[in-house]
């Protein structure tokens, strides 16, 4: 190693410290790698350049979330149909009311809302036993129900009457919904013909953002 490269550097704080703090030097012969304590401002001062110096500012900060339990870093979905209101607009009820809460709401536009998948569902003791997996048909079912609140609603013109499928089409199942997931469904009001009830939707679910089932939902409102 040359005289150059194997100068010793000196370190003079910008601010005095009332706690001195040891710092690790690394050099190598064509770089130094300098470990500093975080939010100091140190000058590096070289004895072979005396008239050189090099002022560096480390201002890292922890970031907030490190800091923060992870309990609370997740904010829960907003509401904007709790079950109470959900129970008023649509007829089903337990246990196949497969909407838990209304998230976003745009009226005759579409609607987003969410079921919580718990393993206290009772589909889980028939499929499957060892795998509990939620069955395609209630996804599409929850995702049809979402449907209702769009169509029910008074903004497009629909009543408090039953509802009924007319038709699916295109549905694929991405990935499967097991017990502990977050299905969050958006139903999406393509074309709807007042004078004969019929509604044709655009439906897809998530979980965790990923898709995992969608499909073209048609369906009929009228009375029973």
Do not use: W
Request: hydrophobic share 40%.
């Amino acid at each position: 190693m040359s005289a150059t490269s194997s100068s010793l550097m000196s370190l003079a704080p910008a601010q005095s410290l009332s706690q001195p703090r040891r710092v690790k030097l690394v050099q190598s012969p064509n770089s130094l790698s300098v470990s500093l304590p975080i939010s100091r401002m140190l000058c590096l001062k070289s004895n072979h350049q005396r008239n050189l110096f090099a002022c560096c500012s480390l201002n890292v900060q922890d970031s907030a979330g490190q800091d923060t339990p992870i309990e609370k870093r997740y904010p829960a979905f907003p509401t904007v149909m709790d079950i109470n209101q959900i129970r008023e607009i649509l007829p089903h009820r337990f246990p196949f009311l497969l909407v838990d809460r209304v998230i976003e709401y745009n009226p005759g536009v579409s609607a987003v809302a969410i079921k919580n998948v718990t393993i206290n569902d009772n589909f889980f003791p028939g499929h499957f036993p060892e795998r509990p997996i939620m069955p395609g048909v209630l996804m599409i079912e929850a995702m049809a129900q979402v449907g209702g609140l769009v169509m029910l609603q008074p903004e497009v013109g629909g009543s408090r009457d039953s509802f009924f499928f007319a038709g699916i089409d295109k549905v694929r199942f991405r990935k499967p919904v097991i017990a502990g997931d977050t299905l969050v469904m958006r139903m999406t009001l393509i074309k709807f013909q007042k004078r004969f009830g019929i509604a044709k939707m655009e439906g897809k679910a998530y979980v965790g953002g990923d898709l995992v089932c969608e499909g073209e939902f048609l369906m009929a409102s009228g009375s029973v």
